[in-house]
């Protein structure tokens, strides 16, 4: 079980979306972390057919993607970005057709339906219309939905868009369930979302891939460059300009800074434990998405 | 997967607007082509199905081949009937007297106008009124006679219109038409044919509307991805498209033929199906040699070709634009373009307008009309020409409906 990407470009007009991008992809879940407009999507709309690389192949366990067509469609499931369905459907229906065109017969798709279902929460609004359902649990049928033809491959792009802390905690829980012996390819921009269930975490700039590794791995590149020091409140401009400010908090007429930085802040900046969130921040400039402060 | 896109289709509330509509449009037809009435002996006019069966009893008394004696003896009446005091005189209501015992001759009325018209374009209803019982024996000459003039007048546009073998060609068809032929009453079938083109038309524009949500509705709902993403959703899925479109239309198109046919025809009644149309006033000048019921099947095939081009056309520009917007006005285009093409004076424009889709949904017209065609020398009517060209394009038309969707959308 291996997709192996060598070399992808994807050039729309003169923008290059995905330049160069090679890596192999094998049982686990992999973290596509990026700040919008990085490419995620558009890798992840060539790992899916729908668009085809300008330069590179894609591979499945040796064979060209686009060359096995359906035999490579069938083992994949995906949650699209922007997920749409088909709004006068209920929820059974649309699963039911999904099911159908995923080639499934209609004794499995009815157990499948039944048990993701139930495994999204949703089997009380079976009979509701698409169209009814809150944000959170039309992204939930979108889950069920890529699950359920039990994909090898499984690649969801930003599937907690929409959903509430509550909601996302119980998708991770999800995910780390049915991640077993799967390709799972999970982008994102939330950093919590990947932090505790990717094995590897892609971090994807300007359609590259930058940097790659486990959580520990990454992290573990930028110790002794996370430093929390306190300075007056007025110099809180001059350190967000010159430095990236993880946090600041304000403490009684001071405020305490943390800061990515090879080099200490200040003289009295102590070092600190750098988290995933500090290495997004180092590679793309800005913070992680804002949800993820709630969790 | 085919079960599920007839169920987009007609889940929406779009869908069932059109279904509305369609109801609207059957009812609408069926009631037009009800509207006839009977007037009886006092000059007053009896409405209904009562009134057109009672119409049907009188008419059928002429049934039977339309030959010199029964000609001679429908003249006679008329004459006889025109010189009476109540078609005489000023009052309305006495002239209604007269018409009420005249709708027996009515019909061979209608085709003795047409045979002793001034000229091949005039319709004169009062010239059967002026007519001898002698002359009955040129009825049938007179319909070709009438032709010839009018292709040999050099005043005349036909003059120029048509060629020598077209000429030739049109002589030889009205030449050879066999009669006598057969007489009987066919309001059924005329009111049918009359209103038949509106049922038509607007099936297939309600129809547009109903299939181009088919391969639109992925990218309208942002639903494409996953289509696509899918096992069958390049072969299998788009396939089901291709037969959901298919089905509907031939499933509406039939079910709005088929109940406006059965309540026309049960209105009036079906005599006079194996007639020659050319035994209808207004299909006197057909060139065509059918019987009624050939026209009939005519009518509805061409109707139903003509339906299969139009909403396979609007399927492949709303799968190859992935938007219904200009794919739904594609059968308002195509009924009228020969409207806007009329107004153009070329002769090659004027070639193309005879072969224009839309005169598949109104064929009952079509056969009446004198658009020839000379390929490879051969003189023929653009009826079988439309058959085949639109039957051929529909063929390329759903392999190619099929090609356009799976591609998907590269950007």
């Not at chain 1, 009979?127 to 944000?135: H, T």
């Not at chain 1, 909601?167 to 505790?196: C, G």
């Not at chain 1, 102590?270 to 969790?295: H, M």
């Amino acid at each position: 079980m291996e997709l192996r990407m060598t070399n992808v470009t994807k050039t729309f007009r003169d923008v290059n979306a995905v330049e160069h991008v090679s890596k192999t992809l094998e049982s686990g879940v992999y973290g596509l972390l990026g700040v919008n407009g990085a490419g995620k999507t558009t890798l992840m709309r060539m790992l899916c057919t729908l668009i085809r690389p300008t330069g590179g192949t894609i591979t499945w366990d040796g064979n060209d993607i686009f060359a096995l067509g359906g035999e490579y469609r069938k083992m994949l499931g995906y949650l699209p970005q922007d997920f749409g369905f088909y709004p006068d459907f209920t929820v059974q229906d649309y699963l039911y057709y999904i099911a159908a065109i995923k080639g499934l017969r209609p004794t499995t798709a009815r157990q499948r339906t039944d048990r993701l279902l139930e495994q999204v929460g949703l089997s009380k609004e079976r009979n509701q219309k698409m169209k009814k359902l809150s944000g959170g649990m039309k992204r939930r049928v979108g889950i069920a939905q890529a699950m359920l033809n039990d994909p090898r491959i499984l690649i969801l792009d930003e599937p907690t868009a929409g959903l509430d802390p509550g909601e996302r905690i119980r998708f991770r829980n999800l995910l780390s369930e049915l991640a077993q012996d799967r390709i799972v390819l999970l982008s994102t921009h939330i950093v919590s979302d990947v932090e505790y269930i990717a094995n590897e975490i892609l971090l994807m700039k300007d359609g590259r891939i930058v940097l790659s590794g486990t959580s520990e791995e990454l992290t573990a590149a930028l110790l002794e460059s996370v430093w929390i020091c306190t300075a007056p409140s007025e110099q809180v401009g001059a350190y967000l300009q010159n430095y990236k400010v993880a946090n600041v908090k304000t403490l009684q007429g001071n405020a305490q800074l943390r800061i990515v930085s090879p080099e200490p802040p200040a003289k009295d900046a102590a070092a600190d434990i750098p988290t995933l969130e500090d290495v997004f921040l180092y590679y793309f400039g800005e913070k992680a998405g804002e949800e993820d402060v709630s969790l | 997967m085919f079960r599920y896109e007839i169920k987009k289709v007609f889940a929406r509330t779009g869908g069932k607007v059109a279904l509305l509509l369609l109801a609207l449009a059957l009812a609408a037809g069926c009631w037009m082509a009800a509207d006839t009435y009977y007037v009886n002996e006092n000059g007053d006019k009896e409405y209904g199905a009562a009134a057109a069966h009672r119409l049907r009893a009188l008419q059928k008394e002429w049934s039977g081949t339309l030959d010199e004696e029964k000609l001679r003896l429908a003249i006679g009446e008329i004459t006889a009937l025109a010189a009476t005091p109540q078609a005489q005189s000023q009052d309305v209501k006495e002239n209604n007297i007269a018409f009420g015992r005249g709708q027996a001759t009515y019909g061979i009325r209608g085709l003795l106008n047409d045979a002793f018209a001034v000229d091949f374009q005039t319709n004169d209803y009062y010239r059967a009124e002026h007519l001898t019982p002698a002359m009955a024996g040129d009825f049938y000459a007179n319909r070709i006679r009438l032709l010839r003039e009018w292709l040999t007048d050099e005043r005349g546009n036909a003059y120029y219109r048509y060629s020598d073998a077209e000429k030739a060609y049109l002589l030889r068809q009205y030449e050879t038409l066999e009669t006598p032929f057969s007489y009987d009453y066919t309001n059924g079938w005329t009111r049918l044919f009359e209103w038949y083109p509106w049922i038509a038309m607007s099936t297939v524009m309600i129809l547009g509307y109903l299939v181009c949500g088919i391969f639109s509705g992925e990218y309208q709902f942002r639903a494409d991805a996953v289509f696509f993403a899918s096992r069958y959703g390049r072969d299998k899925a788009v396939a089901a498209k291709v037969q959901a479109g298919l089905v509907i239309v031939t499933a509406v198109y039939w079910a709005m033929v088929g109940l406006y046919s059965a309540y026309v025809l049960a209105y009036y009644g079906a005599d006079g199906i194996s007639c020659p149309v050319q035994a209808a006033s207004s299909y006197w000048k057909c060139l065509y040699h059918i019987t009624i019921g050939q026209m009939y099947v005519l009518v509805v095939t061409g109707g139903y070709i003509g339906c299969l081009f139009i909403s396979g056309l609007v399927m492949f520009l709303s799968a190859s634009c992935r938007s219904a917007v200009a794919a739904v006005m594609t059968p308002f285009v195509l009924i009228f373009l020969r409207s806007f093409l009329e107004m153009t004076d070329s002769n090659v424009i004027e070639k193309a307008m005879g072969l224009c889709p839309d005169l598949l949904l109104q064929m009952n017209r079509t056969l009446c009309l004198f658009n020839l065609y000379e390929p490879g020398g051969k003189v023929i009517g653009a009826v079988p020409i439309l058959f085949a060209l639109y039957g051929a394009l529909t063929a390329l038309l759903v392999p190619t409906v099929y090609k356009a969707y799976r591609k998907g959308r590269d950007s």
